[in-house]
């Protein structure tokens, strides 16, 4: 029972930087690990970067030493810093959640925000 709200899109030249930000809200006990994924057209949903509540870090090759994930679970938020952006890397970003709904539930369940488009054109 998360809802995840994605900002801080939009466009930017090649070799510039975006941050993108994800607020969790609604009705659980905790949030697992937070991700972003991208879908550019014609191509399937795939991985950019994720991290564990205790901060566990996994990202694409391709992004690699140019993206950083971070998050504040104080806030419930998840924060994905994007630099020397390449047109490849543009897609609609769609933040991710797996959470835990109650303290007596013992599986979790995915939630994914309604995404953020990342253009990068000169």
């Known amino acids: 029972q998360v809802q995840l709200v994605e900002s801080g899109g939009g466009l930017v030249q090649p070799g510039g930087s975006l941050r993108l930000s994800c607020a969790a809200s609604?009705?659980?006990?905790?949030?697992?690990?937070m991700g972003w994924y991208h879908q550019a057209p014609g191509k399937q949903r795939e991985l950019v970067a994720s991290i564990t509540k205790g901060g566990s870090t996994n990202y694409a090759d391709s992004v690699k030493g140019r993206f950083t994930i971070s998050r504040d679970n104080a806030k419930n938020m998840v924060y994905l810093q994007m630099n020397s952006l390449k047109p490849g890397d543009a897609a609609v970003y769609y933040c991710?959640?797996?959470?835990?709904?109650?303290?007596?539930?013992?599986?979790?369940?995915?939630?994914w925000g309604q995404g953020t488009q990342v253009t990068v054109s000169s």
């Open positions: 991710y959640a797996s959470a835990k709904r109650s303290r007596f539930t013992a599986s979790l369940s995915d939630y």
């Open positions: 609604g009705s659980f006990f905790s949030i697992n690990t």
